[in-house]
C-alpha cells in the first residue's frame, strides 16, 4: 500500500434486512442459513407472475425517528436513516451537537422512492396535477436517503450517492474509503438503501424475466450456482457502515472490525442488462481492488459473489473469478452468495454484503449459499460454501458488484493487525 494513503477501517455496522435487523441478528441468520423469503405483503400481489420477496417485516421507522419525519420520507430513506443511526451507535462515534465538517455520508440507492413515484403518480391520474404532494421530489429522489442521514446527524462532509444500479453500494463504500484516504473527511457513514418491492418494480422485473416464480417455496428460490436457479429473489435493506481514518479511530479507542484496503471499479461497455461474456471489465475491477490493497491473488480467503441466482449471471461471475485470480488459485478461494438468504437488495446490496463480509473476518466464519443441491456444471471451479457456514481463518475478503449498465465494483476488506 502507498505510504500516501490513510488508513481506513470500520468501526460501525447497522444493518435492516429480511433476515434481521441489527448486525448481530443479521449474523446469525446469515450463519444459520436462514432465508428471509416469503410472500409480499406490501402490496397485494396476487396478480403479479411472483408472489414472494425478502422484506424487512419487522421495520418500523418510527424506532429510530419521530412520526413527522418518517411521512416525509420514502420507505428507502427510512432504511438508510435507521441503519446509519444504528452504525453510528454501533461505532460509538461522538456526535457532536453542533454537527461536524469532519464526517461525511455516502449512500447508494439503485432507484430511489419508487413507491413514492407509484403513489404520487396514482394521485395525479385519479384526482388531478394540483393533488401532486409537493414532497413528491424530496421524497423519491434517489439521494435522499444519504440526505436524511446528513440532516438528521449534522454531518456537512463529503455527501453523496451514487446510483449504479446492483454496484451502487460498493461504489458508495469505495467512493468512501477515498473520500478519507484524500483528507476530505475523519469519518464517512458508507452503504446503501433500497425499498423497490413495489407493484411496477416487481411487474416490471418479472417482464424481464429476472425474478424467481418459485411461489410455492419461497425459501428455496433464491439458489446461486444450482441447476435449479430461475432468476433472483427482490429484497429490500439498508446496510450502512462507518468508515473512519484509522488514526482518528486508535485515538478514541475504537473497535475496529476491520480494514478497507482496496477498490476497484470498470464499465463492461457491452449492454443494458446482461454481463459482457467475456468477463474482461469485472475481472479488471477485481485485479483493480487487490492491486489497491496490495492484495495477491493466493491472498484471497472469500469472495462474496454478486452470485444472483440468474442462469447468465452466475456462471459469468465464475469466469470472472477465474480471469482475475487465474483457475488454479480460483479452485481454492471460497465463495458465497449471502444473496440466497437476504435476496437481491439491489442498491443496498454491496452495503450488506460488505458488511457481512467484514463480520466473517471477525468471527473467522463463512456464511454459505443455501439451497445450493446441484450444482450447476458451468459453475465450478471455486470453492463453494454450500449450505452451511464454514469456520476457519478469513484474513482477506473481496466483495463484488456487478449492475445493469455495465457498472462493476468491487471492494478489498483485510484483517486488522495494527
Known amino acids: 500500500m502507498s505510504d500516501r494513503k490513510r488508513r481506513v477501517v470500520i468501526t460501525g455496522i447497522g444493518m435492516i434486512t429480511s433476515i434481521g435487523i441489527g448486525r448481530d441478528a443479521v449474523w446469525e441468520s446469515a450463519v444459520a442459513g436462514r432465508s428471509g423469503a416469503g410472500p409480499i405483503t406490501l402490496f397485494d400481489a396476487s396478480a403479479h407472475v411472483t408472489t414472494f420477496a425478502c422484506q424487512a417485516n419487522d421495520f418500523d421507522p418510527v424506532g429510530y425517528m419521530d412520526h413527522k419525519s418518517a411521512r416525509r420520507m420514502d420507505r428507502f430513506a427510512q432504511l438508510a436513516v435507521a441503519a446509519g443511526k444504528m452504525a453510528v451507535e454501533d461505532a460509538r462515534l461522538p456526535i457532536d451537537a453542533n454537527g461536524s465538517d469532519r464526517f461525511g455520508v455516502i449512500v447508494a440507492s439503485g432507484v430511489g422512492g419508487l413507491q413514492t413515484f407509484e403513489d404520487q403518480v396514482a394521485v395525479l391520474i385519479e384526482r388531478g396535477p394540483t393533488r401532486v404532494s409537493p414532497l413528491f421530489i424530496p421524497m423519491m429522489i434517489a439521494n435522499m436517503g444519504a440526505a436524511q442521514l446528513s440532516m438528521a446527524l449534522k454531518f456537512r462532509g463529503p455527501l453523496s450517492c451514487p446510483v449504479t444500479a446492483c454496484a451502487s453500494g460498493n461504489h458508495a463504500i ?158 481454492n478461494v471460497a465463495v458465497s452468495s449471502t444473496k440466497s438468504m437476504h435476496g437481491h437488495c439491489l442498491g443496498a446490496t454491496g452495503g450488506v454484503e460488505a458488511a457481512l463480509g467484514a463480520m466473517s473476518i471477525r468471527e473467522r466464519t463463512i456464511p454459505p449459499t443455501i439451497n445450493l443441491a446441484d450444482l450447476d456444471p458451468s459453475c465450478v471451479g471455486v470453492d463453494h460454501v454450500a449450505n452451511a457456514a464454514r469456520q476457519g481463518d478469513v484474513d482477506v475478503v473481496l466483495s463484488n458488484g456487478f449492475g445493469f449498465g455495465g457498472h462493476n465494483a468491487t471492494i478489498a476488506l483485510r484483517r486488522y493487525n495494527g
Open 174 to 331: 469505495g467512493d468512501a474509503l477515498e473520500a478519507i484516504r484524500r483528507g476530505h473527511a475523519d469519518a464517512m457513514l458508507a452503504g446503501g438503501a433500497e425499498a423497490a418491492i413495489t407493484p411496477i418494480s416487481i411487474a416490471a422485473f418479472n417482464s424481464m424475466k429476472a425474478l424467481s416464480t418459485r411461489n410455492d417455496d419461497p425459501a428455496a428460490a433464491s439458489r446461486p450456482f444450482d441447476t435449479g436457479r430461475d432468476g433472483f429473489v427482490m429484497g429490500e435493506a439498508g446496510a450502512v457502515l462507518v468508515l473512519e481514518e484509522l488514526g482518528h479511530a486508535e485515538a478514541r479507542g475504537a473497535d475496529i472490525w476491520c480494514e478497507v484496503v482496496g477498490y476497484g471499479m470498470s464499465g463492461d461497455a457491452h449492454h443494458l442488462t446482461e454481463p459482457d461474456p467475456t468477463g474482461h471489465a469485472p475481472a479488471l475491477a477485481m485485479r483493480m481492488a487487490m492491486a489497491d490493497g496490495d492484495i495477491a491473488a493466493e491472498d484471497v480467503d472469500y469472495i462474496n459473489v454478486h452470485g444472483t441466482s440468474t442462469p447468465v449471471g452466475d456462471p459469468s461471475e465464475i469466469r470472472v473469478i477465474q480471469m482475475a485470480l487465474g483457475a488454479e488459485t480460483a479452485a
